[in-house]
C-alpha cells in the first residue's frame, strides 16, 4: 500500500487513553477515531467529564505521569506521535502544533514580562538572537491587535486583562506558525464582546496561515458559527461525528439532541417554552452500564440498549453514529426531544414595586502612592456603579447585562449589603435597606438571600448538605433543629434532588448538584428577593437547563422577584422580564425582555447582541466589534461613557455632554444622544433568526 500524499494533518487511531489513581486504572478515553483535515476547524464537545480535554492533551503528549495512551494511534502530519522521542516532540510544540490552554493567568509565568515570555520561545525555536526575538515578539503582540504592543510586552501578565491574556496566550501559539492548534475552552471566562474578538482573531491568522485547529468547548454557539465539522464525547466515547451544519440540521443521537435541547435559542423566552435539560450525569469511568453508555439518560432506550453497546456505523457520507436506534432517528419514525409541559405565563405587574434603587453609587477608595501623597494630588477611586435607578415587582425578574467591569457584581452586592454604598437608596417592600450588612436584623436578612456564580465556593465543605440547609431555617426563622431537618428533605425535594442526599457532604456531589442545593438554601427562607449572580456559567449546557427551569418553577410557587446577572444574553433574554444593559456602572438601556432583540438598540446593546455566538448554523448576525478595552474605572470617559468606543458616536456632543433618556417602542429607555428616531433608521435586527432543526 502507498502512503497517502496528503494525509489529515490529525489522525486519532482507535485512541484510548487511561489515569492511574490510587493504584487503579480507569479509562478516560475510549476506543476514539477521528481526522482533521488540513485547513479545517474540527469542533469536539460534551459535557464536563466527557473525556474533551483528555483528547486535546493526549493530542499534545501532554497527559502528565498519571496518564498515558493504552492503545491506539496519534497521527500528526503523516507522523506517529506515540512514536516520537521527547526531544523530536520538543521540536514540533510550538513549531509545528500549538495548544491554547483555557486559563490564560495560569498559563503564563506571573514573574516574567510578556515579551520576555515571547522572545524566549522565539529564541528557542528559531536561533534568533535577542534583539530579533523582541522584534519578532512585539510582531506576534501586533498580529493579535493589541492596541499598544510595546506596552504590552513590558507588562507582566496581571498587569493585563483577560481578553488581553488571552491574545498573548494566541500569540504564544501562533510565534511559531503551527499547522495545528488545538484550543481547549478558550473563551470560557471571557464575555461576549472579548469571546467575540478572540474568536474572529484566531478565524482569520488560521486562514492567512493555512492552519487546522481542534477546538474544544462546550459552547455550541461557538462550534455553530466556527467549525465545518463536530465530533461529540459522552463518557469518554465518540457517539456523533458529522459536517456542522447536518449535526445541528438533524442530531443522529440522542444526546447530541439533548445537548441543543439545552440551550436558550436568542428570542426563546420563559413564558413561550421550556428548556429541555438531560435528566441525571455522566457516569463514572468504573461504573458504566453494560450496553449503551448513554441509556440510563436517553428517551428512547429499548431492552437492545441495556444489554448491547452500540457500533459506530455510518448511516450517510461523512456521518458517524454510536446508536442502535440512528435508522428511526433518521427517517422520522421517532425523536428524540423530550415533552414537556407548556411554560406558564409570567406573572403579570401589579402594585407597588418590591425593590426600589435611586441613584445608587459604589465606589471604591484607592490608596494612594507616596510620590501622589507628596504631589498633594487627591484621592482616587473605583467609580463601580455610578447613580443607578431601577425598580423590581413582585414575581418578576430582572435582567441585568454587561462586559466583565460594568459594574453589575457591584451593584448586586450592594443590595445584599455585602459592600457598602457611597450614595442612593434602596428600599425593599418599602423599607429602606441600611448599606452595611451587620446593620440588617433577621428579618431583614431572611427577606433577600444570594446565589453566587461558584457553588464550590458557596458551601461549606465540612457540613452536610442537611446541615448547609438548616442554617438558615434556624438562624433566620427560629425553627427548632429538628423541624430544620424536616423541611431540609422538603427543600431537597423542591430542588429534585433525594432526601438522602442530606448526609451528603458538598464533595460527594456535581457542580449541578452544588448548585441546586445552593439554591435550595437561598430558598430556606422563603425569601421576597432573590440575587443571582451568574449561578449558571460555570455549568454545561444541559444543567443550565434544569437549573434555569428550576429557578423558573420556584419562582412562581414563591412569587419571589428575582435580580439576575450574567453575561450571556441569550440566558437573561429567555429568563427575565425585564432587562436592564450596563456599562462602566451605568445603564444604558432598560425595557422588556420581550423587546431585547428588536431595533432601536442603544449602540452597546447593539455591539453586544451582535457578539452572542447563536447555537444555530443557519441564524445570521451582523459583526459589529467594539475597538479598544473598557476604560478604567477610576478615570471614566466624560459625556457619554461609552463614547470611546462607540460606533455611532457623534463627536464633541457624546465627548462632552450627558445623554439624555429617551423612550423607545416596546417600553424601551435609551441613555443615548442619538435620536431614537434616527437610530430605528440606521439599524436593522442584529440577529436573523433562523430554524431549529428537526
Not at 21 to 37: P, Q
Request: glycine letters at 8%; a neutral charge; aromatic letters at 4%.
Amino acid at each position: 500500500m502507498t502512503p497517502d500524499s496528503n494525509p489529515p494533518i490529525l489522525e486519532l487511531r482507535d485512541l484510548t487513553v487511561s489515569y492511574r489513581t490510587g493504584g487503579r486504572g480507569s479509562d478516560a478515553l475510549r476506543g476514539v477515531s477521528l481526522a482533521v483535515e488540513r485547513g479545517q476547524t474540527y469542533g469536539l464537545v460534551g459535557e464536563s467529564g466527557s473525556g474533551k480535554s483528555t483528547l486535546a492533551l493526549a493530542v499534545m503528549r501532554y497527559l502528565g505521569g498519571e496518564g498515558a495512551v493504552a492503545r491506539g494511534e496519534i497521527r500528526f502530519d503523516g507522523r506517529d506521535l506515540l512514536a516520537l522521542s521527547p526531544a523530536d516532540l520538543r521540536r514540533i510544540w510550538g513549531r509545528e502544533m500549538a495548544l491554547v490552554p483555557q486559563d490564560p493567568f495560569t498559563a503564563l509565568n506571573p514573574a516574567m514580562r510578556i515579551g520576555e515570555q515571547l522572545a524566549e520561545g522565539l529564541r528557542l525555536r528559531f536561533g534568533l538572537n535577542p534583539a530579533e526575538a523582541r522584534a519578532a515578539a512585539l510582531d506576534a503582540l501586533r498580529s493579535v491587535r493589541l492596541p499598544d504592543a510595546e506596552r504590552a510586552a513590558d507588562s507582566y501578565p496581571h498587569q493585563l486583562s483577560g481578553g488581553q491574556q488571552q491574545r498573548v496566550l494566541i500569540a504564544l501559539a501562533l510565534s511559531g506558525r503551527p499547522k495545528l492548534l488545538v484550543l481547549d475552552e478558550p473563551t470560557t471566562a471571557l464575555d461576549v464582546t472579548t469571546e467575540a474578538a478572540v474568536l474572529d482573531l484566531v478565524r482569520d491568522l488560521t486562514r492567512a496561515a493555512g492552519a487546522s485547529a481542534l477546538y474544544v468547548t462546550h459552547n455550541l454557539g461557538v462550534v455553530a458559527g466556527r467549525t465545518e465539522r463536530v465530533a461529540v464525547l459522552y463518557a469518554s466515547e465518540l457517539v456523533e461525528d458529522a459536517p456542522t451544519a447536518d449535526l445541528f440540521r438533524q442530531p443522529l443521537h440522542p444526546y447530541t439532541r439533548g445537548l441543543l435541547d439545552s440551550v436558550p435559542r436568542l428570542g426563546q423566552r420563559k413564558d413561550e417554552r421550556r428548556l429541555t435539560g438531560i435528566d441525571g450525569s455522566i457516569p463514572p469511568p468504573g461504573d458504566l452500564p453494560p450496553g449503551c453508555v448513554f441509556e440510563p439518560r436517553c428517551p428512547l432506550a429499548v431492552d437492545r440498549c441495556r444489554a448491547e453497546r452500540p457500533a459506530l456505523d455510518e448511516p450517510l457520507p461523512g456521518r458517524r453514529v454510536r446508536c442502535h436506534r440512528w435508522p428511526e432517528i433518521l427517517s422520522g419514525e421517532v425523536s428524540a426531544r423530550r415533552e414537556l409541559p407548556p411554560a406558564l405565563p409570567s406573572a403579570t405587574e401589579s402594585g407597588e414595586p418590591l425593590l426600589r434603587l435611586e441613584d445608587v453609587t459604589v465606589r471604591y477608595p484607592l490608596r494612594r502612592t507616596a510620590a501622589e501623597t507628596l504631589r498633594r494630588e487627591p484621592k482616587k477611586a473605583v467609580r463601580a456603579v455610578s447613580g443607578v435607578s431601577l425598580s423590581l415587582k413582585q414575581g418578576r425578574t430582572l435582567g441585568i447585562v454587561g462586559e466583565s467591569g460594568s459594574g453589575k457584581t457591584s451593584l448586586a452586592r450592594a443590595i445584599v449589603g455585602l459592600v457598602q454604598r457611597s450614595d442612593g437608596d434602596i428600599h425593599l417592600m418599602e423599607v429602606e435597606l441600611p448599606p452595611r450588612l451587620s446593620q440588617r436584623g433577621r428579618a431583614l436578612l431572611a427577606q433577600l438571600q444570594m446565589v453566587f456564580q461558584n457553588p464550590e465556593e458557596a458551601l461549606n465543605p465540612y457540613l452536610t448538605v442537611g446541615e448547609s440547609l438548616s442554617r438558615p431555617l434556624v438562624n433566620l426563622l427560629g425553627v427548632s433543629r429538628a423541624e430544620a431537618r424536616q423541611r431540609a428533605g422538603d427543600l431537597l425535594e423542591a430542588v429534585r434532588l433525594p432526601r438522602t442526599y442530606a448526609a451528603r457532604l458538598p464533595a460527594q456531589l456535581s457542580g449541578g448538584e452544588k448548585q441546586r442545593v445552593a439554591i435550595a438554601r437561598a430558598f430556606a427562607a422563603n425569601p421576597a428577593l432573590l440575587l443571582a449572580d451568574e449561578p449558571v456559567s460555570s455549568l454545561d449546557v444541559s444543567v443550565q437547563a434544569n437549573i434555569l427551569n428550576l429557578l423558573t418553577d420556584l419562582q412562581r410557587e414563591h412569587a419571589a422577584a428575582t435580580l439576575f446577572i450574567s453575561h450571556d444574553i441569550a440566558v437573561v433574554a429567555y429568563l427575565a422580564d425585564e432587562v436592564a444593559v450596563m456599562y462602566l456602572g451605568q445603564l444604558m438601556e432598560t425595557g422588556p425582555a420581550a423587546a431585547l432583540f428588536e431595533p432601536p438598540y442603544h449602540p452597546y446593546t447593539e455591539a453586544l447582541l451582535s457578539a452572542i455566538p447563536a447555537p444555530d448554523p443557519t441564524v445570521r448576525q451582523a459583526a459589529i466589534r467594539l475597538a479598544g478595552e473598557l476604560p478604567s474605572a477610576v478615570d471614566v470617559p466624560s459625556g457619554c461613557p461609552f463614547h470611546t468606543r462607540c460606533p455611532r458616536a457623534l463627536g464633541a456632543v457624546c465627548e462632552t455632554q450627558t445623554p439624555p433618556w429617551q423612550t423607545a417602542p416596546g417600553g424601551k429607555r435609551i441613555f443615548c444622544h442619538i435620536p431614537v428616531e434616527e437610530l430605528a433608521a440606521q439599524q436593522l435586527p442584529v440577529v436573523v433568526f433562523g430554524g431549529e432543526g428537526e
